[in-house]
Antibody, heavy 122, light 107 residues
Framework: QFQLQESGPGLVRPSETLSLTCTVSGGSISSSSYLWGWLRQPPGERPEWIAT???????YYNPPLRSRVTISVDTSKNQFSLRLNSVIAADTAVYFC??????????????WGQGTLVVVSS | DIQVTQSPSSLSASVGDRVTITCRAS??????LNWYRQQPGKAPELLIYFASGLQSGVPSRFSGSESGTDFTLTISSLHPEDFATYYCQQTYTSPHTFGQGTKVDIK
């Protein structure tokens, strides 16, 4: 069955770019049944959806973050990635990648990576 | 954006208790309401999708229901692993927003 694993730096300096990659195993990222997303969760807060991508590369962004975020997919590597520009301390959070049903399962995120903590600090 | 408001924000219960958590949407969301359980230090786990659909592999002690813009998650008999934080999420319109969470701890 599908498994997702995040990778990337755990510390990013203010004003720099946060880059994370999610590797999908146990199935193809090119499935027409799913989208692939990034979410984050600051300590003690609720999860926040950041962005989602279809295997064709079509992106969907949360409007408050849209100007700083890029999501992309690499089907040859079965990976998708997140870039968040001009980071500030408020971007410190656990970042999750997740699979989302496309027109089924209520469009819920049904499989999640374990999450990776990213701290923004100088 | 559609807001989803959970209640209560926390509750204390014992193993074996029946627990209900409510989520109210700020407008009609046509059953597009999901429930997750998040154990400490772990990722959220999907329990219920589309208001009442039980996710594969999730125990039958979990159930979901709806009445208009009010949605309820019920745990019929608490197990030790159910002491966790629960979130609802609406997926009717983008951005898909989460409730503020309900922490269930041991009485």
């Amino acid at each position: 069955q599908f498994q997702l694993q995040e990778s990337g730096p755990g510390l990013v300096r203010p004003s720099e770019t946060l880059s994370l990659t999610c590797t999908v195993s146990g199935g193809s990222i090119s499935s027409s049944s799913y989208l692939w997303g990034w979410l984050r969760q600051p300590p003690g807060e609720r999860p926040e959806w950041i962005a989602t991508v279809y295997y064709t590369g079509t992106p969907y962004y949360n409007p408050p973050l849209r100007s700083r975020v890029t999501i992309s997919v690499d089907t040859s590597k079965n990976q998708f990635s997140l870039r968040l520009n001009s980071v500030i301390a408020a971007d410190t959070a656990v970042y999750f990648c997740a699979r989302r049903g496309r027109g089924h399962f209520g469009d819920a995120f049904d499989i999640w990576g374990q999450g990776t903590l990213v701290v923004v600090s100088s | 954006d559609i807001q989803v408001t959970q209640s209560p924000s926390s509750l204390s219960a014992s193993v074996g208790d029946r627990v209900t958590i409510t989520c109210r949407a700020s407008q009609s969301i046509n059953s597009y309401l999901n429930w997750y359980r998040q154990q400490p230090g772990k990722a959220p786990e999907l329990l219920i999708y589309f208001a009442s659909g039980l996710q594969s592999g999730v125990p039958s002690r979990f159930s979901g229901s709806e009445s208009g813009t009010d949605f309820t998650l019920t745990i019929s008999s608490l197990h030790p692993e159910d002491f966790a934080t629960y979130y609802c999420q609406q997926t009717y319109t983008s951005p898909h927003t989460f409730g503020q969470g309900t922490k269930v701890d041991i009485k």
